[in-house]
């Protein structure tokens, strides 16, 4: 892996620009709640702009290089260095943290969850972003460790304190399990180093040297780190944090476990565990590819039996995060291309699912989705943008979905590096009939929330005198309680419309990105597993 | 017969020449005398309104003891030997002994208010206090079997009265007792072991029993010596199935005194445990390894599980200090093996550090919280992050810390326990490492419940009015707070001392 030093300061700055909003805002009375926010925004804002500037430097010609590369001394007698790098395929990932954070801190202006006190939330957003894009641009294992672990307290206080009724037991259960795969993938981690002769921490020496392991090691090896990182993506028997996670945890704290959270685990896979460990990959690929058939089919089914939807939202990460692993699990250039487009598009749609339940819980104070109807009726604009999300998700041609699934699908057609093709093309059939249920499950959806007439529970039951008279009443006033989408959300939303829009209709922009380093790291691969 | 007898101690007497004594290496322990002296003297004609000035004059004892520690380490040159080699000035003791008179200082700042306001002896206090700790920096010096054991009763014996002083308190007294007699009954096995040590080997100093001692080739006495011996120290040490007096101490003994006992007291078993085993047990690893490696596991895996029980805040820590002391124990286990032995020292006298600064941290919080709700109910941390946002998020950095999440210095503390365990990379090792990761995830389980009550609970009895938090104790959060993130950030700090190649060399001497 080649290095490039340009603009090295670039990458630092944005990682941890949000601390020093952090810090202004520590001195900032409690009760300043407009001025915490500007704060905030600007610097999630300064941050952004950071980030922009960041694509606009990066130079797309050479994206399956290491660019803006730091490499300072940190830990010297643990032999871990400050390394930091970023290339085609953190790129995506990392520009989606900050875009993320910062719509949601935008959306967060009129939209604060019932706990109040904006000034801790926003402060523990902020640091959760630091978490998020650290760990993104880390290139030694130590320093991703940190960053990885930093996102978790700041989900753990955003879920238990902000979120709904049962937000302790989902924020313990959060906390612990991923407590336990970072436990685990910490052994992993300093046995991998210890294999590798103990010299560094850093990726690229971990990349060239971890494939002399021998086989047996890098099985175990391999193991600890699938823990850690399955725990986190969600896969299949370790999923069962995220429908309560999500469920309980605020609207802000749900877009972004949904669009970041998830993609540290998957990313994990990508970055770490595969290019470093390439024979304990190949054991252990159909293993992945089964447990995320599991998961799409199983994710697929839970939403069907969900009657709260934001649960049903949840599942269906379950389902979606299935068709990523799936593509990693194909160790081709093509589904692991697949998986990262897949991880950005998930962000962007179920962010944007995520908003929207958020916001129909703010106005009609409840998700079961029985008591939903016609909201295409009461706000149209609203109704429609939960169409179009819900039409993304599905995966529809032309738009950012069907990028992420499709390519996946296709790729478990021909595995890479001998693995079992029969098991393979029999996962494929499986998972394309997820797709399927995918559709039942979100038009099913649709069809209940949005169409048919407002229910009576919403459209008229406030306290009015009765009478034939101000039945024209009524409807001013529900449209008074009920509104359609505010400035603010549109604000915070529209990005996010035009990008599955535009990815769907011209993916090549994100896959131009990805495609030079995913090639070399498959290349890489097949240095190591086919001599 | 008795003439000749006697002309030959004559003639002994006649050969005898006076030690050399290095009073630069030795002033650490000078001026700790020096002071306890002052001290005790000067309480003695002080009124009683005037008795809050024992613990700044403590206070500045301790400071001063710090000076010669930093003078020897700029030096820093070879080390210092004293006594035929029995008495070790290097690079080991001195971090240790800068340890433990910062956790003393820190200490001293806890007890004040506590003291005062609860209408206890002060100037006794602080004299016992101070035995205690010159005990401890003794302890840090000792390469002799007679020596330690002289330091680690001159720690406990003050220990035993300070249990105790809540003195009308029957639960203070039960603390006492049950801590005085375990304690002697731990020290007599561990003298009682000793003694076979020297019946075997015919030298109390450590380096010689080590040269003695044969590798496959143990005396049966030998095997018994090294049993009772690690079995004495793990009563200090309240290692699992020795800690029985621990949760019942720790929660009947005043709140400053159990912070004294489960981060100072342990500290100094753990130097006592270290030094002998690194020096004179090394060659009986066979015997040593297994028994060390149960002890950890089974300390690390009960003080987790019990701790998940407690509903009381200070029999909660209690437990996790078990805990805690089994992750310390770990590196120990590969003392011998491969090429983790030069780490080993280095992730014990890490986690010592840092250790001690989180958890005097969280006993700081649970004394400036109980200040004003007069209880030890974890529950009685409700709502504290409404009411005093700063305390909370004290709180927050501690228990975050002592759960090992990164970036804080718990973490740090952690991971080289892990990485020195791993470095001896066989079966044994491996399984240790998983135990403790499964371990890590059983504690975080209890100190995010302290946590949940801290910002999710609200106020039990809705009162909400602030905390008013002594200077003392503000000062004491402020060291620990910035020890226990610092060390997280930039774990270099104190990672460098520890290029305890030189150390172990001048150990082994």
Same mark, same amino acid.
């Given at each position: 892996?080649?290095i490039?030093t340009?603009d090295n300061?670039l ?7 949000p601390l020093?909003?952090?810090l202004v805002m520590?001195f900032?009375?409690k009760?300043?709640?407009?001025l915490l926010?500007?704060v ?6 300064a941050?952004?702009?950071v980030g922009?500037?960041?694509?606009f430097?990066?130079?797309y010609?050479q994206a ?5 590369f730091?490499?300072v ?14 290339d085609?395929?953190s790129?995506?990932l990392?520009?989606l943290?900050m875009?993320?954070t910062?719509?949601?801190?935008i959306?967060?202006w009129?939209n604060m ?13 902020l640091?959760l ?6 760990t993104f ?8 460790f ?8 700041p ?10 009724e049962h ?6 259960k !959060?906390?612990?399990?991923?407590m336990?795969?970072?436990?685990f993938m ?5 046995a991998?180093?210890f294999q590798t002769?103990?010299e560094?921490?850093?990726?690229m020496?971990?990349v ?6 021998s086989?047996?090691v890098q099985?175990?090896? !391999?193991?600890g780190?699938?823990l850690? !990182?399955a ?6 028997p !370790?999923h ?11 609207t802000q704290?749900?877009?972004i476990l ?6 540290l685990?998957t990313y994990g896979f ?13 054991a252990?690929a ?10 799409i089919i199983?994710?697929a ?7 709260d939807m934001?649960?049903?939202i949840?599942f269906?990460s379950v389902?979606?995060?299935?068709f990523v692993m ?6 081709t250039t093509?589904?692991?291309n697949?998986?990262l487009?897949?991880?950005?598009a998930?962000g ?9 339940a958020g916001?129909v819980?703010?106005?009609?104070h409840t998700?079961e989705?029985s008591?939903?109807s016609?909201?295409l ?9 939960l169409?179009?999300?819900a039409m993304a998700s599905?995966?529809?041609p032309?738009?950012a ?5 499709f ?5 478990a057609?021909?595995p890479g590096?001998?693995?079992?093709v029969t098991l393979f093309?029999?996962l494929m059939v499986?998972?394309?009939v997820?797709t399927v249920l995918?559709a039942?499950?979100?038009?099913w ?6 169409f048919?007439e ?9 306290p009015?005198?009765?009478g ?13 309680e ?5 400035p603010?959300?549109w604000i915070?939303?529209t990005?996010?419309?035009v990008?599955i829009v535009v ?8 896959f131009?990105v990805?495609?030079?380093?995913v090639s070399?790291?498959?290349?890489r691969?097949g240095e190591?597993?086919?001599? | 017969?008795i003439f000749a007898g006697s ?7 006649n050969?005898w020449?006076?030690?050399t004594?290095?009073?630069h ?6 001026v700790?005398?020096v002071g306890?002296n002052?001290?005790l003297?000067?309480d003695?004609s002080l009124g009683a309104?005037k008795?809050w000035a024992m613990a700044?004059?403590?206070g500045?004892v301790?400071?001063a003891?710090?000076?010669p ?5 700029v030096?820093?040159?070879?080390s210092?030997?004293?006594f035929?080699?029995r008495?070790?000035?290097?690079g080991?003791?001195l971090?240790?002994?800068a340890?433990f008179l910062?956790?003393?200082?820190v ?6 208010n506590e003291?005062?306001?609860g209408g206890y002896y002060?100037?006794?206090?602080y004299?016992?206090m101070m035995c205690?700790v ?5 302890m ?5 079997l007679i020596?330690?054991?002289v330091a680690?009763e001159?720690?406990?014996?003050p220990?035993?009265?300070m249990?105790?002083?809540r003195?009308?308190d029957s ?5 006492g007792v049950k801590y005085y007699?375990l304690?002697?009954?731990?020290s007599?096995v561990?003298l ?13 100093k450590?380096t010689d029993?080590?040269?003695s001692?044969?590798d496959?080739?143990l005396?049966?006495?030998q095997v018994l010596a090294v049993?009772?011996?690690l079995?004495g120290?793990?009563?200090k040490i309240s290692?699992?199935?020795f ?5 019942d101490t720790?929660?009947?003994?005043p709140?400053p005194?159990t912070?004294?006992l489960?981060?100072a007291?342990?500290a100094a ?6 030094s002998?085993?690194?020096l004179?047990?090394?060659p009986a690893?066979s015997?040593v390894?297994?028994m060390l490696?149960?002890?950890a596991a ?5 003080g ?9 805040i200070?029999?909660?820590l209690a437990y996790s200090?078990v805990?805690?002391g089994?992750f310390?124990?770990m590196?120990?286990?590969v003392?011998?093996?491969g090429n983790a032995g030069?780490?080993v020292l280095r ?9 001690a ?6 006993f700081?919080?649970?004394i400036?919280?109980a ?9 009685s ?17 501690f228990?975050?810390s002592?759960?090992g999440?990164?970036?804080l210095?718990?973490w ?5 326990v892990f990485?020195t ?8 090792a491996?399984v240790?490492a998983?135990?403790?990761?499964v371990n890590?995830?059983?504690a ?9 009550q ?10 909400v009015?602030p905390i008013?938090?002594p200077?003392?104790?503000?000062a004491a959060?402020?060291i620990?707070?910035?020890?226990t993130?610092l060390l997280?950030?930039l774990p270099g700090?104190?990672?460098?001392f520890?290029?305890i190649?030189?150390?172990t060399g001048?150990?082994?001497?």
């Amino acid at each position: 892996m080649e290095i490039m030093t340009n603009d090295n300061w670039l990458l630092t700055v944005g990682t941890f620009l949000p601390l020093v909003g952090v810090l202004v805002m520590l001195f900032i009375p409690k009760a300043e709640e407009q001025l915490l926010k500007t704060v905030a925004v600007i610097t999630a804002g300064a941050t952004l702009a950071v980030g922009i500037l960041t694509l606009f430097r990066f130079d797309y010609g050479q994206a399956e290089k290491l660019q803006f590369f730091v490499d300072v001394t940190w830990i010297e007698v643990i032999r871990s260095n400050y390394t930091i790098g970023l290339d085609g395929i953190s790129l995506p990932l990392y520009f989606l943290s900050m875009v993320v954070t910062f719509l949601v801190i935008i959306y967060t202006w009129d939209n604060m969850p019932d706990a109040g006190n904006p000034k801790s939330f926003l402060i523990l957003m902020l640091v959760l972003q630091v978490g998020m894009a650290g760990t993104f641009v880390a290139q030694d294992l130590i320093l991703f460790f940190v960053f990885f672990e930093v996102v978790l307290l700041p989900m753990y206080f955003m879920i238990g304190v902000w979120g709904g009724e049962h937000r302790q037991y989902a924020s313990l259960k !959060f906390f612990l399990y991923t407590m336990f795969g970072s436990a685990f993938m910490l052994v992993a981690f300093l046995a991998l180093f210890f294999q590798t002769g103990a010299e560094s921490f850093s990726f690229m020496h971990l990349v060239s040297a971890g494939g002399l392991i021998s086989n047996e090691v890098q099985v175990w090896i !391999f193991a600890g780190m699938f823990l850690g !990182f399955a725990v986190k993506v969600p896969m299949f028997p !370790f999923h069962t944090w995220l429908p309560d996670a999500h469920t309980q945890a605020p609207t802000q704290g749900s877009v972004i476990l949904a669009a970041i959270l998830l993609k540290l685990g998957t990313y994990g896979f990508v970055r770490i565990a595969i290019p470093m460990l390439p024979e304990g990959a190949r054991a252990w690929a159909p293993v992945i590819a089964i447990l995320a058939v599991i998961g799409i089919i199983y994710g697929a089914l839970g939403c069907l039996a969900q009657t709260d939807m934001k649960r049903l939202i949840a599942f269906s990460s379950v389902a979606h995060m299935g068709f990523v692993m799936l593509g990693i699990s194909t160790l081709t250039t093509l589904g692991i291309n697949a998986a990262l487009f897949g991880m950005v598009a998930h962000g962007l749609i179920t962010g944007m699912l995520f908003f929207v339940a958020g916001s129909v819980k703010h106005r009609y104070h409840t998700l079961e989705i029985s008591r939903l109807s016609g909201m295409l009726k009461q706000m149209p604009r609203m109704g429609w943008i939960l169409g179009f999300a819900a039409m993304a998700s599905l995966g529809l041609p032309g738009l950012a979905g069907f990028w992420g699934e499709f390519p996946a699908i296709l790729a478990a057609y021909s595995p890479g590096f001998g693995l079992n093709v029969t098991l393979f093309r029999t996962l494929m059939v499986i998972a394309a009939v997820g797709t399927v249920l995918a559709a039942a499950y979100l038009l099913w959806l649709y069809q209940r929330t949005a169409f048919g007439e407002p229910s009576p529970e919403f459209s008229g039951q406030t306290p009015h005198p009765v009478g034939a008279g101000v039945n024209a009443d009524h409807h001013a006033d529900h449209h008074d309680e009920i509104r359609d989408v505010t400035p603010i959300e549109w604000i915070a939303w529209t990005p996010f419309l035009v990008a599955i829009v535009v990815f769907g209709v011209y993916p090549q922009l994100m896959f131009g990105v990805m495609d030079p380093a995913v090639s070399e790291l498959v290349a890489r691969l097949g240095e190591s597993l086919n001599p | 017969m008795i003439f000749a007898g006697s002309q030959s101690v004559i003639a002994q007497i006649n050969q005898w020449v006076a030690p050399t004594i290095d009073w630069h290496a030795l002033a650490p322990e000078l001026v700790l005398i020096v002071g306890i002296n002052l001290v005790l003297f000067i309480d003695l004609s002080l009124g009683a309104a005037k008795k809050w000035a024992m613990a700044t004059l403590t206070g500045l004892v301790f400071l001063a003891a710090f000076i010669p520690v930093v003078t020897l380490a700029v030096i820093g040159d070879a080390s210092r030997e004293m006594f035929d080699g029995r008495y070790v000035v290097d690079g080991y003791s001195l971090i240790l002994k800068a340890i433990f008179l910062l956790a003393a200082y820190v200490l001293v700042l806890m007890s004040q208010n506590e003291l005062e306001e609860g209408g206890y002896y002060q100037g006794e206090f602080y004299v016992l206090m101070m035995c205690s700790v010159l005990g401890m920096v003794m302890m840090t010096s000792a390469r002799d079997l007679i020596a330690i054991f002289v330091a680690l009763e001159l720690l406990s014996i003050p220990a035993y009265m300070m249990a105790a002083w809540r003195k009308r308190d029957s639960r203070s007294n039960e603390a006492g007792v049950k801590y005085y007699l375990l304690g002697v009954f731990a020290s007599a096995v561990l003298l009682y072991g000793m003694s076979f040590l020297y019946g075997t080997t015919g030298s109390t100093k450590l380096t010689d029993i080590g040269a003695s001692l044969v590798d496959g080739d143990l005396l049966g006495l030998q095997v018994l010596a090294v049993v009772f011996v690690l079995g004495g120290l793990a009563f200090k040490i309240s290692a699992v199935p020795f800690h029985s007096w621990a949760p019942d101490t720790y929660e009947g003994a005043p709140t400053p005194v159990t912070a004294f006992l489960s981060v100072a007291s342990k500290a100094a078993g753990f130097v006592a445990l270290m030094s002998i085993v690194m020096l004179a047990l090394a060659p009986a690893n066979s015997v040593v390894r297994p028994m060390l490696w149960v002890l950890a596991a089974l300390t690390m895996t009960v003080g987790n599980v019990m701790a998940l029980r407690q509903t009381n805040i200070v029999r909660m820590l209690a437990y996790s200090s078990v805990s805690q002391g089994g992750f310390i124990l770990m590196p120990l286990v590969v003392i011998g093996t491969g090429n983790a032995g030069d780490s080993v020292l280095r992730a014990v006298i890490v986690y010592l550090l840092i250790y001690a600064f989180m958890n005097l941290g969280a006993f700081s919080i649970v004394i400036a919280v109980a200040r004003r709700t007069r209880s030890g109910e974890i529950t009685s941390f409700g709502g504290l992050f409404g009411y005093a946002p700063g305390l909370a998020v004290l709180m927050t950095i501690f228990m975050a810390s002592l759960a090992g999440i990164p970036p804080l210095g718990g973490w740090i503390a952690k991971f080289n326990v892990f990485k020195t365990v791993l470095d001896a990379g066989d079966t044994a090792a491996y399984v240790l490492a998983l135990i403790g990761a499964v371990n890590t995830v059983i504690a975080a389980a209890y100190y995010m419940r302290v946590l949940r009550q801290v910002w999710m609970a609200p106020a039990p009895d809705g009162d909400v009015s602030p905390i008013k938090v002594p200077s003392s104790i503000q000062a004491a959060l402020a060291i620990t707070a910035v020890g226990t993130v610092l060390l997280g950030v930039l774990p270099g700090l104190v990672l460098r001392f520890g290029d305890i190649t030189d150390l172990t060399g001048a150990l082994a001497r």
